[in-house]
């Protein structure tokens, strides 16, 4: 069960990871998509101009948030897919390979998400710097929890017992 939920949560946070990826690429946001996130924040008295939301994705990309989180998510959710499927096939390495995969997206995601909030305190307001704030928070228990349950075959003693190779009458 361990290694499904992990396969799921690694394709769902690797799809993520591209998205920033592909907003790194992006010199600026469609105005559209500008005035969709900014609408509902305005709307209940935030003052958020489209530049100002440009100038908070200028920030973004030249301090780097963008490429750290995308990155971090990407390598570290291919890791995690990896060590899930050899748990899935009952080999202790996966746990390894899955832990260390996690572990990477939590860093990385961490201190990315600290730059968004630091971008976000700078150029926008109110509830955009909120939901920022609140991001860095779901990020960080999302991926400890990742981590947590990468590594939960580890210390538990029937989840270990299930990667030990069977031993053949030959062996005995």
Known sequence: ???YILIIGAVIAGIVGYGHIQDDKLEDLPDGQVEIIIATP???GDDISIEDYQAYHDELRSNGAYQL???SLVCGMSLVLIGAVLIRLFRKEGVYIATTGATISLIGGVIANLRFQSAANEYLEGALVSNTTLMTYVCGSMMGMCTLLAALP???AGARLTL???KTDEEE
């Open 42 to 44: 305005n709307s209940h």
């Open 154 to 156: 580890l210390v538990n």
């Open 1 to 3: 069960m361990i290694s």
């Open 164 to 166: 030990k190779p069977k």
């Open 69 to 71: 989180l995308g990155y």
